[in-house]
C-alpha cells in the first residue's frame, strides 16, 4: 500500500508521521505548482470550487508517482467539501488510475472512533503505537504553529524579511525530520530565537485579521501566499484558525488545546445565530472578536463559490458599520493572479493608514 493524501498548508509534515507510525509507504503529492491547479481545473467540473480543483491535482500527481490508496476527509452540510471524497473518486477512475479511496469521516470528537479508523489503515500496529504516532504528528503540528506565528509577528517588522522567510522555512524541514518532541520544540524555539535577533523596523506594523474558508486560510498557494505579500508590505497577519485549532476541535472535542471557538460563535450571534455550513459562522465571530482586539482591519478570504462564505459575506458590511472596522473580501480562483491581489491589498491598506492618521489626529485635536 501506498497512501497519498490532499495538502493543506503544513498537513503534510504530519500525516507523513502518522502513516510513517502505521508502518505505511505514503507518497505525499508534488508542492502545490501552477500544473497542479491546471490539471484540477481541466477535469474538474467548471464551478467546483478551487479547494477541489487542487486536490484533484494534487491526487493526479501523487498517482503518477506511485500512489495506490488516496486518503480523503469527509463531511456533511451546506459545505460541498462532504461531497469532494466521491466526486474525486469518480474522476480519477474515469481517467483511468487504478487506485483505492479511503474516506476518513470526522468521528465528532469521539477519539476511539478516529483511533479505529487510523488503526484499520495500520499494518498489525497496536493501539499503544497509534497513539504514540497520533501525539508525535501533534506535536509536530504544535511546533510548526509556533513558528508561524513567529514569522507572522515579525515579517512585517524585520528589515530583513527573506532572511526570516528562510528562517521559517528551515524550521518546518527540520521538523518534518523530526523522530521525538524534543527535536520539533527545539527546531521551533531556535528559529523564533533567530527571528526576535534581526533588526527590526521603527514604525509599528498595521494589524489585520484574516478570516474565511479554512482551506483558503491555511494553503497559501490557494490565498496567493496573502500572508507574506502583506508581511512583506509591513502588514502583521492574525488568522481565525489554526490547524490545531480544528484538529482539537473536531477530532479530540477540545481536551487537548482549548481554543475560543465557543466564544467566537457567542460574538456572531447578534449578527447570524444559526450554522450555515462551512466556517461562515466562525467568519463573523471572529471579525467580531478581530474589531474588539482592535485589529486596523479584516480580511475575508474564500474560493470563489464558497455558499457559506458568500452569506457571511452579505453580513459583513453590517458587522464592519456597527463594530467600526474596515473588511474586504477577497474571492480567489484560477483566474486570480497575484499582481490583481496585490494591487487590492495596498489599496485596501493604504486606506486603513489614512484611516488611522486621521484618527490619531483627531485624537491629538
Not at 509507504?25 to 491547479?37: A, G, H
Not at 506511485?66 to 471524497?85: E, H, K, N
Not at 500572508?227 to 492574525?238: A, N, P, R, S, T
Amino acid at each position: 500500500m501506498k497512501v497519498t493524501f490532499p495538502h493543506m498548508g503544513n498537513m503534510h509534515v504530519a500525516l507523513k508521521t502518522v502513516f510513517k507510525g502505521l508502518k505505511i509507504e505514503s507518497v505525499p503529492p508534488p508542492p502545490i505548482t501552477k500544473r497542479t491547479l491546471e490539471l484540477g481545473v481541466k477535469y474538474s467540473p467548471e464551478f467546483a470550487c478551487m479547494p477541489m480543483k487542487i486536490n484533484v491535482g494534487n491526487f493526479i500527481e501523487a498517482l503518477e508517482l506511485g500512489a495506490d490508496t488516496i486518503v480523503m476527509g469527509g463531511g456533511w452540510g451546506p459545505c460541498r467539501f462532504g461531497l469532494y471524497a466521491q466526486v474525486e473518486k469518480d474522476i480519477l477512475k474515469d481517467l483511468g488510475f487504478d487506485f483505492n479511496m479511503v474516506i476518513l469521516e470526522a468521528p465528532d470528537s469521539k477519539i476511539s472512533e478516529l483511533f479505529k479508523q487510523l488503526k484499520s489503515l495500520g499494518q498489525n500496529v497496536s493501539l499503544l503505537q497509534a497513539l504514540k504516532t497520533l501525539k508525535l504528528a501533534w506535536n509536530k503540528l504544535d511546533a510548526i504553529e509556533i513558528v508561524e506565528k513567529n514569522l507572522e509577528y515579525f515579517l512585517p517588522r524585520v528589515i530583513e524579511k527573506a532572511r526570516a522567510d528562510k528562517l521559517y522555512q528551515e524550521a518546518i524541514e527540520s521538523i518534518d525530520r523530526a523522530d521525538g518532541k524534543n527535536q520539533c520544540y527545539k527546531a521551533a524555539f531556535e528559529a523564533a530565537k533567530a527571528m526576535q535577533e534581526l533588526p527590526t523596523e521603527n514604525q509599528e506594523p498595521l494589524k489585520i485579521g484574516l478570516v474565511g474558508e479554512i482551506y483558503t486560510i491555511l494553503e497559501p498557494a490557494a490565498n496567493f501566499e496573502i500572508i507574506k505579500l502583506l508581511g512583506y508590505m509591513g502588514v502583521e497577519v492574525e488568522r481565525s484558525i489554526y490547524l490545531t485549532d480544528w484538529i482539537s476541535a473536531h477530532l479530540f472535542g477540545g481536551y487537548i488545546k482549548k481554543t475560543d471557538h465557543k466564544s467566537i460563535i457567542a460574538s456572531a450571534q447578534p449578527y447570524l445565530n444559526y450554522w450555515v455550513g462551512g466556517h461562515g459562522q466562525e467568519t463573523i465571530g471572529s471579525t467580531v472578536g478581530f474589531a474588539r482586539q482592535k485589529c486596523d482591519g479584516v480580511i475575508q478570504i474564500a474560493p470563489l463559490t464558497c455558499m457559506p462564505e458568500i452569506v457571511a459575506q452579505a453580513i459583513l458590511p453590517t458587522v464592519s458599520v456597527k463594530e467600526d472596522i474596515p473588511c474586504m473580501t477577497l474571492w480567489f480562483d484560477e483566474l486570480s493572479g497575484t499582481a490583481g491581489i496585490q494591487t487590492r491589498l495596498e489599496a485596501f491598506t493604504d486606506m486603513i493608514y489614512r484611516r488611522k492618521y486621521r484618527a490619531s489626529n483627531l485624537k491629538e485635536a
